[in-house]
């Protein structure tokens, strides 16, 4: 017979809060429910003790134990990278330094470039108000001016003086600081002021937006009390919006970066780490003049529902509420808001482990090579034991041969709705009583019940699917 040791004997595990310190005046926010438990959660001994001694990652072993426990925390941003398809499992330790210091030098180049076009990116500070005009005319507003510097005047090193925000002047600076910069007045100047790129011109107007976003992110974090923490946010999704050039910035975006520049110590990796996380959810950011990416996932999660509840489907669009955007937000920045900071990691690397592919990287790398894979031709088939258990279930059902599978986020999504469903059917009067019903879970959701409850439906749509 099997012994079972009684709950109250059970690890309860480590509280993770003290990795994510929050400020004393921020006494509403939620608690993290995730906890540190050895033998479950990827501790660093195990994690160094998955890799051979040339480096290859034993990702199978890692997987298992990632969906059981969660990460560590103090080796959450060195897991992430494999994760989000940043390394190969299968790459030595020299061949991903190799690749990490190319890309270092990568982003300091783009980093540099959009430097040149606004002396601000990488001086430790960053813009909250627009600093042009819609026809690239810098704005000379003294509200802006304000909002740009407290003195009233937009600082820029000396050597980059001459810049499209402005020409430096002889006025002196009440502080110390004047060894240093130049105050700048923005005069007008046609050849200077006006940019022709319209391109950076739409780079430009989005800069005073990421700002707007990155002093609202994450503000109850002790971690960004510090100011380069902020710029350093701000760098980041200004260099992606000028690389981006089909998608830009959209808003979202700082809440899914922020935990990249917080687990890893260099600007560049952290960049890195979030361009491989916008490959999978950029599509959601893209806007034409007729419709918004999300859309697409929005109407899939109408799918879904309808398939595995037919009544609460029914009774949302009864509400007005069959284009599902009550879940935009979910969707947009998965889950950040639902779940404390912590726990929304914990979400994030379960997802991700679940629905990881070994192909992940040569996919981002090589993506011709990983299109004559998909169609069948040569290559070596990659393992199941490699993949997550998601993946693994589109594998076995052939959901790989559509033309998009549907991301596991959508059914985290659609599970939570099948556990609100009675109390929706009881008390939704309306699309206010929809989204209230869904706020009030904030703080009070398990991530992994989560993923187990999106793991069922998955298997349940499948099934259900295949005989539709």
Not at 222 to 246: G, H, R, T
Not at 351 to 365: I, N, R, T
């Amino acid at each position: 017979m099997e012994f079972r040791v009684p709950a109250i004997w059970r690890d309860p595990g480590a509280p993770a809060d003290s990795f994510y310190e929050v400020r004393e005046e921020c006494t509403d926010v939620p608690k993290t429910r995730f906890r540190i438990k050895a033998g479950k959660t990827l501790s660093a001994r195990k994690w160094h003790a998955a890799f051979s001694p040339e480096g290859y990652l034993d990702i199978g072993k890692t997987l298992s134990r990632i969906q059981h426990g969660g990460i560590h925390p103090s080796i959450r941003g060195e897991v992430w990278e494999f994760l989000l398809g940043c390394f190969d499992p299968k790459s030595t330790f020299d061949e991903r330094e190799q690749i990490r210091q190319r890309r270092r030098v990568q982003y300091a180049r783009w980093k540099e470039e959009c430097h040149q076009m606004f002396p601000l990116i990488g001086s430790g500070r960053f813009v909250t108000a627009p600093i042009i005009t819609e026809d690239g005319k810098a704005i000379q507003d003294p509200i802006v001016l304000l909002q740009t510097n407290p003195h009233g005047a937009v600082l820029t090193p000396q050597n980059n003086s001459h810049s499209s925000i402005g020409i430096a002047t002889n006025v002196t600076a009440p502080t110390s600081m004047d060894t240093e910069f130049s105050f700048v007045e923005t005069v007008q100047e046609p050849s200077i002021h006006v940019l022709l790129d319209k391109k950076e011109i739409q780079w430009k107007l989005t800069l005073h937006q990421i700002g707007l976003d990155v002093v609202r992110t994450d503000r109850p974090l002790v971690f960004y009390e510090k100011q380069e923490n902020l710029s350093k946010l701000w760098d980041i999704l200004a260099v992606y919006a000028w690389i981006d050039k089909d998608v830009g910035y959209g808003q979202g975006m700082s809440d899914l970066c922020s935990p990249m520049i917080m687990l890893l110590d260099d600007e560049a990796d952290a960049f890195w780490c979030f361009e491989r996380l916008m490959r999978r959810l950029r599509g959601n950011f893209r806007c034409t003049e007729s419709s918004v990416g999300v859309e697409a996932q929005l109407s899939n999660l109408a799918n879904i529902t309808q398939v595995i509840d037919p009544k609460l489907h029914q009774h949302i669009e009864t509400l007005g509420g069959g284009d599902y955007l009550f879940a935009f937000r979910m969707i947009m920045v998965l889950f950040r808001r639902e779940f404390s900071f912590g726990d929304s990691l914990y979400l994030w690397e379960m997802m991700w482990a679940l629905e990881y592919d070994p192909d992940l990287f040569s996919m981002y790398e090589e993506p011709d090579l990983a299109g004559e894979k998909a169609d069948g031709s040569k290559g070596k088939a990659k393992s199941i034991r490699q993949c997550g258990k998601f993946e693994r279930e589109n594998m076995r059902n052939g959901a790989k041969n559509s033309d998009a599978p549907l991301p596991i986020s959508i059914f985290l999504v659609a599970s939570v709705l099948k556990d609100k469903s009675s109390k929706l059917l009881q008390e939704a009067r309306g699309l206010d009583d929809v989204i209230k019903i869904l706020n009030d879970m904030t703080g009070n959701l398990d991530a992994k019940k989560a993923c187990s409850g999106a793991m069922k439906l998955h298997k349940k749509y499948l099934k259900k699917a295949k005989k539709t």
